[in-house]
């Protein structure tokens, strides 16, 4: 007979069950990639999880933790896949391999593993390859339908045969945006081949697929919809008030920051990792609204490609610091019962 | 409809509540023994008041109440108590109580017992008595004693009586059947409950899970004083504060009680319960238990005698111990395992579930905490269960306690909805067990620390007060000293004889130093002062007898010592005289031999004293102190055959007294010293 102590209920949700959920729903927006820009990020995400799994037994091993039982998490898979979407297809073998090194070893085991880390791993390793190797970091390939798309043998090529493969690179809608200073928007758009009907070619569907993976994680409550619906409106908001009605300043329109570069492959699947964000409620909107503006003030004023990562890396910084001036209020207390 | 309020967090478990209820609650008839705990109730356990061999009658009070929290215990049936011991009890801990082993006759006889049908006809006083001779405690689950819940004072205004139907923890329904087959009875309880608090609204709570139970009582509600309030199923409205929220949307502060907010929360079957104790004058010797689980082929539920054992009422439903994977005694959510099918039904009983593995798996091993919030959004006092887990494990009992880790009201939701199967609320209660017990050790540590320091403080102040004294006695032995010098009368004749005697050795060392030319003028110089000092201490004596002072001995005892210096002055005078004709005028030699034989024989006795063995030494002075009693027991008889004041007779028996203490001192000295 057992003795235990209560509950002895338990619910459905397993923390396997979450990160297979999650790993699912990058799905219609790794398809999009696909389709949009070739085999590239497929090849960068086998790769990527073949690597992550491996290091993550070896840190298990050498933690002495059991191994088989920890895999089963799944969060080294999601790890690798969040960073291999976030990496520019046909990237070199290497350069995934670092990442995942980086995300994986620096960024969880070395602070104690998962739940430990108090950074995004997948960020900590996209954030050290931009720093450390900026040129691969910023070679995108062009979209289907702007240039040439390269097939799958050519994917495998460029990945493990880096030295032969020769592809086209070309500026991210991004980077044409921010480099424009002469051009309205409207004539900006007309003149330039990425732009599609709301933002870049491609990009734009990409987002949407992401942002329906997002959906469908918030119907299956893997996450709440706080901080992804806070970083949304604070990063339209932002783009909104200095639209500037499409001058040759403008920071660009809501729409164009909504569903450019990682968007909404931050909003849903890099802001919503639990481990490294503010917990309660309000402090989840907070963290939320600050990514959005950092992300746009990244975006507009600095000199990165895209701004998802810093931006997420810093409030990481600062989640420890939102959950202690947002804990709520206990039933029968007064007032939200802070360490005072 | 009323408006109801939400609370925050919450789950929604499978209720699996329809097992239950497919059949009437059934009775679980007597069985062959009974076994009544003495603690069924939060308090003091109640004090046994039968023996063993006894023969007891149903509803019979078995045990009294010790204390203001506490409640009496009954006999559940007729027959014989078998044994008043420890056994094996329900209880989270898993260990053993007093009970009363009551071997039951089958014949089920009732004791004489009396209802009051028109509760009205008793005032507040009687009805609560009642209620707690009754054996009345809260029945769903905490037992804490109705009647003092009940006791509500007169200068507290109660808003809300609320009965509570919720039953929201999964599986149970023995609220659930209660309300469906005895609605009428709830009613009552509740009006003579709201009777006693006096409250401005009396509400019953029922979740909209229980169709049936809600249509029961509207059909058994006849007047509009109490109100049936239906709100949206959620675990844990069931729960007294989550319930106050929903209903009128106050929570109960934090360490406070619900009359804090106005309001007085009893459970249906308690109200059952009230209702039988006024009504029927029964006391609480039942009650309705659900036993579920796919463990048993007939779950139901059962009217069962308090004392039945759990394994007889499993009998009953069809148990198949073999499926079991372990005895849960209430829900799965709040309930705890149960050490050994022999143990008894209790008041708080309201459930026995016997799940197989696969109903409820044996937990897998905890995961790592990723932070998911899933246990914060269902906690339903707000709390952060995640941080509190990371606090617990850290065992940073201030963070937890800044954290309200003491308002977790254990319900496991938290536990429920964890991914990584992190058993929270084993921590939590782990947690709470190691503050209380830091803060019951540093409450003795402080207890300690205060008698250490109380005492120190007392040594000090005694030994000042000593010192006082001292000084105090010093400086008026001085100033007796000076006044004795000046001629005038003395307080204290010991010390200013001693004094004196003082005085005169110095003088007289000094007269004899100065006059040793004459040394026959200076042996009869001191007979004559020896023969002054004896009148003088004579007169002292006589004085302290007349006064009845405590002196009396003392001053005896000088006089005796005085008699004995003179009469050795005396001695060494005559000793000297022979000497002095000698070699003057040729005079009588007899008594100078005389004196010479006696200072020889003195000087023998001495030291034939000194070469004495301890013992010996010890023997000679408890024969002396003896001797010495003697005599003062021959004055004290004197004195009282001559009637004497009793002043004197009394100082006489002082004397005495003090004499047999020394007597009894020696006696030990002496045995201490043979035996060493």
């Known amino acids: ?340 | 409809m009323m408006r109801t309020h939400s609370f925050h967090g919450g789950i929604h478990p499978p209720e699996n509540k329809h097992q239950s209820t497919r059949s009437p609650i059934a009775d679980a008839g007597i069985p062959p023994q009974l076994i009544v705990p003495l603690s069924q109730h939060i308090g003091a356990p109640a004090a046994p008041v039968v023996r063993a061999g006894e023969r007891v009658l149903k509803g019979q009070v078995i045990a009294e109440p010790q204390g203001l929290v506490s409640v009496p215990v009954h006999a559940p049936s007729s027959g014989t108590v078998v044994a008043v011991e420890d056994r094996l009890v329900p209880h989270i801990s898993g260990h053993t109580a007093p009970c009363i082993v009551i071997d039951t006759d089958g014949r089920d006889e009732w004791i004489a017992h009396q209802g009051t049908p028109d509760y009205r006809a008793l005032d507040k006083e009687a009805l609560l008595a009642r209620i707690r001779n009754a054996g009345i405690a809260g029945m769903g689950g905490a037992g804490f004693p109705s009647a003092v819940k009940l006791a509500v004072r007169d200068d507290v205004t109660i808003d809300t009586l609320i009965i509570n139907g919720t039953e929201c923890e999964p599986y149970i329904t023995a609220d659930d059947m209660l309300m469906r087959e005895r609605a009428a009875e709830i009613i009552t309880g509740a009006r003579i409950l709201a009777y006693l608090v006096k409250p401005g609204e009396t509400l019953i709570g029922v979740e909209d899970n229980k169709p049936e139970s809600i249509q029961a009582l509207r059909d058994a509600l006849d007047g509009d004083d109490i109100r049936i309030v239906v709100f949206p199923t959620k675990y844990p409205s069931g729960g007294e504060k989550q319930l106050i929220e929903i209903l009128t949307g106050k929570q109960v502060p934090s360490g406070g009680l619900p009359a804090d907010v106005g309001v007085v929360c009893q459970n249906v079957g308690s109200a059952v319960a009230v209702y039988e104790a006024i009504i029927e004058g029964k006391p609480l010797i039942s009650r309705v238990t659900t036993v579920t689980g796919e463990s048993v082929s007939e779950p139901q539920n059962f009217e069962v005698l308090i004392g039945t054992p759990m394994a007889y009422l499993l009998a009953k439903a069809g148990y198949q111990s073999a499926k079991n994977n372990r005895l849960i005694m209430g829900g799965p959510m709040m309930g705890f395992t149960v050490p050994d099918p022999t143990v008894p039904i209790i008041k708080t009983t309201n459930c026995l579930l016997a799940p197989t593995e696969a109903e409820l798996p044996t937990p897998p091993p905890a995961q790592a905490c990723i932070r998911c919030g899933l246990c914060a959004n269902a906690c339903p006092v707000s709390l952060l269960p995640q941080q509190l887990f990371w606090f617990a494990q850290g065992k940073e009992y201030e963070k937890l306690e800044a954290h309200n880790l003491f308002d977790c009201i254990e319900c496991g939701a938290c536990s429920y909805v964890c991914p990584s199967n992190i058993p929270l609320v084993q921590y939590y209660r782990a947690s709470k067990a190691e503050i209380l017990q830091q803060r019951r050790d540093h409450a003795k540590a402080e207890h300690s620390r205060q008698r250490f320091e109380a005492r120190l403080e007392r040594l000090e102040r005694e030994e000042e007060e000593k010192a006082a004294k001292r000084a105090a006695r010093k400086q008026a032995a001085e100033a007796r000293a000076r006044e004795d010098a000046g001629g005038g009368g003395s307080d204290d004749p010991i010390q200013a004889a001693i004094e004196r005697a003082k005085a005169k050795k110095a003088a007289q060392q000094s007269g004899t130093d100065a006059g040793t030319a004459n040394p026959l003028e200076a042996l009869e110089k001191a007979v004559v002062s020896a023969q002054k000092r004896l009148d003088t201490a004579n007169d002292k004596l006589a004085q302290a007898q007349a006064d009845g002072s405590d002196l009396v001995a003392a001053l005896t005892t000088g006089v005796e010592k005085t008699r004995a210096k003179l009469a050795t002055a005396q001695d060494a005078l005559q000793a000297y005289r022979p000497q002095a004709d000698d070699t003057g005028v040729a005079a009588t030699a007899t008594p100078a031999d005389a004196a010479q034989l006696a200072i020889e024989k003195a000087l023998a006795a001495r030291n034939a004293e000194a070469q004495l063995s301890p013992s010996e030494k010890a023997r000679a002075s408890l024969a002396n102190l003896e001797q010495r009693l003697q005599k003062s027991r021959d004055k004290l008889a004197q004195s009282q055959a001559a009637g004497d004041e009793p002043k004197i007779v009394e100082a006489l028996e002082a004397t005495v007294e003090r004499l047999t203490e020394k007597v009894e001192a020696a006696r030990k000295q002496l045995h201490t010293t043979e035996s060493a």
Request: hydrophobic share 50%.
């Open chain 1, 1 to 340: 007979m057992l003795r235990i102590t209560s509950p002895h209920a338990h619910g459905p949700l397993s923390t396997q069950r979450v990160m297979q959920t999650v790993l699912l729903a990058t799905l219609p927006g790794v398809v999009v990639l696909t389709a949009f820009f070739g085999f590239g990020t497929l090849v960068n995400i086998l790769w990527g999880s073949l690597v992550a799994v491996a290091l993550e037994a070896l840190a298990l091993k050498l933690r002495g933790r059991p191994v088989g039982f920890y895999l089963k998490d799944c969060s080294a898979l999601v790890t690798a896949f969040l960073l291999c979407i976030a990496l520019p297809p046909y990237s070199p073998w290497w350069l995934i391999a670092v990442g995942i090194a980086s995300a994986i070893l620096l960024g969880k085991h070395f602070y104690g593993g998962l739940g430990y880390n108090p950074f995004n791993p997948a960020m900590v390793g996209y954030v050290i390859l931009l720093i450390s190797f900026p040129l691969q970091m910023t070679s995108w390939a062009p979209p289907r339908g702007v240039g040439e798309v390269p097939g799958l043998l050519e994917a495998l090529q460029a990945c493990f045969l880096p030295a032969t493969y020769d592809g086209t690179t070309m500026a991210t809608p991004l980077d044409v945006l921010r480099q424009n200073n002469s051009l309205l928007m409207e004539d900006l758009w007309a003149q330039s081949p990425v732009f599609g009907r709301w933002a870049g070619i491609g990009w734009e569907w990409v987002n949407i697929a992401f942002l329906a993976g997002g959906l469908w994680l918030l119907q299956q409550r893997i996450f709440t919809w706080h901080a992804p619906v806070a970083m949304l409106a604070s990063l339209a908001l932002l783009a909104a008030i200095f639209y500037d009605g499409g001058s040759s300043a403008s920071g660009g329109s809501p729409l164009f920051h909504l569903l450019s570069g990682a968007t909404m492959f931050g909003a849903f699947f890099i802001i919503t990792d639990p481990v490294s964000s503010a917990v309660s409620v309000r402090g989840r909107l907070i963290y939320g609204a600050l990514i959005g503006v950092l992300i746009y003030v990244i975006r507009v004023r600095g000199n990165y490609p895209d701004a998802v990562a810093f931006a997420v890396l810093i409030m990481n910084f600062a989640a420890p610091f939102i959950d202690y001036y947002t804990q709520p209020r206990t039933y029968g207390h007064k007032r939200a019962g802070r360490e005072d």
